[in-house]
């Protein structure tokens, strides 16, 4: 209750949770609004290029599709690749960095290093070679960019878990013979969720960011499928005279980021402890 009250007196966060709350549920609430394939993904050449109106409120693209509906559709795509993505990098990163801040030692040493490797290589550029190396597809898309986050993910965890494993508790589970897994997950993983769960927040943007310019580029979510980076694509050929192609899936993305952002800074000031009253 306190940690939701110091929360609500961050007005640029709760901004975040209302921005982030309507776009999840235009998500969720999708067909309510539009039928996918009649008007998402089935071409209408006779309506092709109609300005927003009252019978497209986004109005169409080169295809005669509704852009509205592309784009409440496409925000599905993105929230599931970009939170599965993140998932992802949690279980795989968290996990080796759990192990590594717990055990430390050469252990520590070992699995450090090798996320260093990592880390060498930029985010894009190793999800762009794992999905070159097994092809184009959600499931290749989300574990590409998993992958790409692990390091991360690694590192931050592995500092959460060095900085409780001295803790009282954690001495007190060891004394009664508790076995290092079941030390590791309850009481050392539990007693650091706070920074975890903003670091959280703030990599489902960069997800989405990721798989908007993946899309872009042409090796993320395919056409017809509706998602914002390959809206954005092809739409650029038109963005001279019918503006209002490019308009909607971008002001999506950048809506969507900032909400993120906005709610994982809140949720870092209402987690810190230096806060508190």
Not at 65 to 80: E, K, M, N
Not at 115 to 139: E, H, N, Y
Request: aromatic share 8%.
């Amino acid at each position: 209750m306190e940690l939701w009250l110091r929360f609500l007196k961050n007005k640029t966060a709760v901004a975040g949770l209302v921005i982030f709350s309507a776009i999840v549920l235009l998500a969720a609430g999708a067909p309510l609004f539009a039928d996918y394939h009649e008007s998402a993904i089935s071409l209408d050449v006779y309506n092709r290029l109609q300005p927003p109106g009252s019978g497209h409120i986004l109005g169409t693209d080169e295809m005669g599709r509704d852009i509205f509906a592309r784009v409440i559709y496409g925000a599905r795509i993105s929230l599931t690749v970009g939170i599965s993505s993140v998932a992802v990098a949690l279980l795989a990163g968290g996990s080796l960095g759990a192990i590594s801040g717990f055990y430390g030692g050469k252990i520590d040493n070992v699995i450090m290093r090798a996320m260093d490797a990592f880390l060498c290589l930029p985010d894009v550029l190793l999800a762009l070679a794992i999905i070159a190396t097994f092809g184009v597809s959600k499931v290749n898309l989300v574990l590409s960019i998993g992958l790409s986050f692990s390091p991360k993910f690694a590192r931050i965890v592995r500092s959460a878990v060095m900085g409780v494993r001295g803790s009282e508790y954690i001495e007190a589970a060891r004394s009664i013979g508790a076995r290092d897994g079941h030390i590791i997950l309850p009481h050392a993983l539990i007693n650091c969720m706070g920074p975890i769960i903003v670091q959280v927040t703030l990599y489902v943007a960069n997800a989405i960011l990721t798989i908007s310019g993946l899309s872009f580029l042409g090796l993320g979510i395919q056409a017809p499928t509706p998602e914002w980076g390959n809206m954005l694509a092809s739409g650029r050929a038109f963005m001279r005279d019918e503006a209002y192609i490019v308009i909607a899936p971008g002001l999506a993305i950048f809506f969507t980021i900032l909400s993120l952002n906005l709610l994982g800074d809140g949720l870092r000031d209402a987690l810190d402890p230096r806060l508190k009253q």
